[in-house]
C-alpha cells in the first residue's frame, strides 16, 4: 500500500499562487508505474476531480482549473506537483492526492477508481 503525504497548501489572496506537493512511499511496484490523481472538496460540496497524470505522462485537467494549473511528476522523488495559479475564491478547498495503480486512462478522472489517499492539505483563497 502506498503511503502519500500532501503539502504546500495556505492562504493565499485571489490571483496568488501555490504549488502542492505529494510525496509517495514506494509500494509494491515503482512509483513511475502509478497513475497520480489530486481531487478537492470545498466545505458542503462532494469531492471532485481537478487533475491527474497518468503513469506515461499524459495529463488531464477539470474545466474549472484548466489553464491554470498544471500537474507534473518527479518519478525519481517519487512526488506528484500541482502548481496553482491565478487562484480564485472557489478553488478553496482541501486537496487530496490519490494513487492508481491500474494502469489504463478509462476512469482516470473517477476518485472510485484510485487506490490510495492522502490526508489533504487545505488551500484557502481570500478575496
Known amino acids: 500500500q502506498v503511503r502519500l503525504v500532501e503539502s504546500g497548501g495556505g492562504l493565499v489572496q485571489v490571483g496568488g499562487s501555490l504549488r502542492l506537493s505529494c510525496a509517495a512511499s514506494e509500494g509494491t511496484f515503482s512509483f513511475n508505474t502509478y497513475t497520480m490523481g489530486w481531487f478537492r472538496q470545498a466545505p458542503g460540496k462532494e469531492r471532485e476531480f481537478a487533475a491527474a497524470i497518468s503513469w506515461s505522462g499524459t495529463t488531464f485537467y477539470a474545466d474549472s482549473v484548466k489553464g491554470r494549473c498544471t500537474i507534473s511528476r518527479d518519478n525519481a522523488k517519487k512526488t506528484v506537483f500541482l502548481q496553482m495559479n491565478s487562484l480564485k475564491p472557489e478553488d478553496t478547498a482541501v486537496y487530496y492526492c490519490?494513487?492508481?495503480?491500474?494502469?489504463?486512462?478509462?476512469?482516470?478522472?473517477?476518485?472510485?477508481?484510485?487506490?490510495?489517499w492522502g490526508q489533504g492539505t487545505q488551500v484557502t483563497v481570500s478575496s
Open positions: 490519490a494513487v492508481r495503480y491500474l494502469q489504463r486512462y478509462s476512469g482516470i478522472t473517477d476518485q472510485g477508481r484510485y487506490d490510495s
